[in-house]
């Protein structure tokens, strides 16, 4: 498959590129397959750090499509880590369904950086959805002593499959999607504190994502150095 556009601006930028090999695959509620892969010598060459997500490239019909995907688990000492895929209609879900242990995939690692303020936050505030849970997990682990509260969108029942890894000082209100996202804006805009010893996280939708982010920027003051946001995504 040849590359697109994408792919040379990518590797012009400094995106180093892997080839993953699946390991196992499994579904999950049948809503999401979660695949076991073999990191091809990412993780030894990147590093490992809270959120770390990767790019892989699809076969869409002749054409090379890249989708970005949280790493889960990731573990340097074996080189092999998760990947989570929700299954609707496109190329990243049909591959993930059909994909059977030895196949494998070109990853692209390029623009995926954060790390946990120091000293540490006494509150994190976690606004995701579905698609950010993997992200909103590896942050409750990385902070796994530091009380949090966490809001998180959900489209249907079933992407409540994948379960946020809450501990007894972790808060989670899961928040259905209406209004084109506008629930969760208002709900989570209703409830934020203000804080200067914390740190705001919003991965959500990308509309609703800047919303949260302008109410914690302009409306609540914070400082910008307190905040981190990413669309993950753009409804159509």
């Given amino acids: 498959m040849k590359r697109n556009w994408e792919a040379l601006v990518l590797k012009a930028m400094g995106g180093r590129d892997f080839r993953l090999t699946v390991l196992a695959t499994e579904s999950v509620d049948g809503h999401y397959q979660r695949l076991l892969m073999d990191d091809g010598g990412l993780l030894e060459s990147c590093g490992v750090h809270p959120t770390m997500w990767i790019r892989l490239w699809f076969d869409n019909d ?3 499509h890249q989708r970005a995907y949280t790493l889960v ?3 340097p000492a074996t080189g092999r880590f998760t990947l989570e ?3 609707h209609d496109g190329c990243a879900a049909r591959w993930a369904t059909t994909a059977r242990p030895g196949d494998t995939i070109a990853a ?4 995926s950086a954060f790390t946990l303020p120091d000293p540490a936050p006494r509150h994190l505030y976690l606004v995701g959805d579905a698609a950010s849970l993997p992200a909103v997990n590896s942050l409750l682990d990385a902070g796994a002593d530091i009380p949090a ?3 998180l969108e959900y489209a249907h029942e079933g992407e409540k499959a994948l379960a946020p890894r809450a501990r007894a000082h972790h808060e989670v209100t ?3 999607r209406r209004e084109a996202g506008r629930h969760l804006v ?3 805009c209703a409830a934020l504190p203000v804080s200067d010893a914390a740190h705001y996280w919003v991965a959500a939708e990308a509309a609703t994502t800047r919303s949260i982010t302008r109410h914690i920027r302009r409306t609540l003051g914070v400082d910008r150095r307190q905040l981190t946001s990413l669309g993950y995504w753009r409804a159509t």
């Fill in 85 to 87: 895929f929700a299954l």
């Fill in 62 to 64: 002749g054409r090379a």
């Fill in 108 to 111: 692209t690692v390029q623009g």
């Fill in 73 to 75: 688990d990731p573990d």
């Fill in 186 to 188: 208002d709900t989570v």
């Fill in 174 to 176: 899961w928040v259905p």
């Fill in 149 to 151: 509260t966490i809001w």
